[in-house]
Structure formats: structure tokens, C-alpha cells
């Protein structure tokens, strides 16, 4: 009787490991008929959504030292130095410097800016290996990153979602190409047409 036990025990442990084993080939064979979405990347870069958070770009001549930018960040990020001048009765602003290192890439220093001094851009390649070159001073923030689309030694690819309809592959789209969707002023358009 104990003979026939194991034997029941060893059948039932047989048809669970196959099970397990359908279970995670069926994932595989699942996976083998997607499309591919490997980018080589550096050769070939996603183009960011449109309204991307990547690295802040800073214009030291908008600036007027307020200090908002620091007020609004959760981390209290950005050091704004300014010296008051007594000539003129306004602040003057000496350096200005954002650490990427520590960075969450809100966005609320660019949306209170009152003088829109920061501003978003797409640039998301801040690697490095040293983490202090991650901080970045008034000269460093005023660079403008090169855009993917204009980028020469780059194939810029589009994401799925903003890709015309009825195409599955980034590779076989200009990045010219008008996008699936309606554009804001074609709706706006379409709604100032009265209907009949």
C-alpha cells in the first residue's frame, strides 16, 4: 500500500511540473508572436511625448531672483545666489545651479517661474560617471540639448502611441509623419462649425 502511495504521489508531482512547464512555455510562445520594440540605442532614440520632463534649461538673463523656483520645490533643489543692489534697488542674480543628482523632475520651478527663466526640454541622457557632474551651474543649465529629430547621428523612432493609424512599427515611419489623432485646432475648428 505505501508502494502504491508514492507511486500516486510521484504521478501527481509529474502532472504538476507539467503544468507549470505549459504554463510557462505558453508565456513564451505568447511573447514570440509580438512585435519586436527594441530600440539600439544610442544608434536609435525614442522621440520624447510631447510634453516631457526631461533636463531644465535655465535663461540667467529672465531671471530676477525671486527665489519662487525654491519656495515651490519639494526638495527646495535649486540655490539661487543674489546680491541686493543698493544703485538700483533689485537683486542681482550671481550664480544659479540645479543638481540632477537629486532632481524628481516635477516641473512645478518651471510652471511658477514668473518669468518663464526654466523650461522643460527633452534631453534624458544624463549619465554619468561621477555623481557632483550631475550638478549643474547657470552655464550648464543655459546649454539647449540637441532634439532627437535634428539630432544627425541618430534614427529617431517614434513610441506606439504616437504613431499614424493603422501602423505597429516606429522603424517604417518618418518621424515626420503626421501622427494618429486630431490636432487641438482641428477639434477646436470642428467644434466652431455649426452643425445643421
Not at 520645490?73 to 545666489?81: A, G, K, M, T
Not at 517661474?113 to 522643460?120: F, I, Q, V
Request: net charge negative.
Amino acid at each position: 500500500m505505501k508502494f502504491l502511495n508514492q507511486v500516486g504521489d510521484y504521478a501527481k508531482e509529474v502532472v504538476q511540473s507539467a503544468k507549470y512547464i505549459g504554463q510557462g512555455m505558453s508565456v513564451t510562445f505568447d511573447h514570440m508572436r509580438r512585435r519586436p520594440i527594441t530600440v539600439q540605442y544610442p544608434y536609435e532614440k525614442l522621440i520624447p511625448a510631447e510634453r516631457f520632463r526631461g533636463r531644465i534649461h535655465f535663461e540667467f538673463d529672465k531671471c530676477i531672483s525671486c527665489e519662487v523656483c525654491v519656495r515651490v520645490c519639494p526638495i527646495n533643489l535649486p540655490v539661487v545666489d543674489w546680491e541686493f543692489n543698493t544703485a538700483m534697488k533689485k537683486k542681482e542674480l550671481k550664480s544659479y545651479s540645479i543638481d540632477f543628482g537629486v532632481c524628481i523632475f516635477c516641473g512645478n520651478c518651471v510652471e511658477y517661474c514668473p518669468t518663464n527663466a526654466l523650461s522643460m526640454t527633452e534631453e534624458y541622457d544624463l549619465a554619468t560617471y561621477d555623481r557632483h557632474e550631475l550638478n549643474f551651474d547657470s552655464v550648464a543649465l543655459g546649454r539647449m540639448p540637441t532634439k532627437v529629430t535634428e539630432d544627425p547621428m541618430v534614427t529617431p523612432i517614434r513610441e506606439l502611441a504616437y504613431l499614424p493609424k493603422g501602423v505597429m512599427e516606429g522603424h517604417e515611419v518618418p518621424h515626420t509623419a503626421r501622427r494618429a489623432g486630431k490636432r487641438p485646432e482641428e477639434i477646436l475648428d470642428e467644434e466652431s462649425i455649426p452643425s445643421e
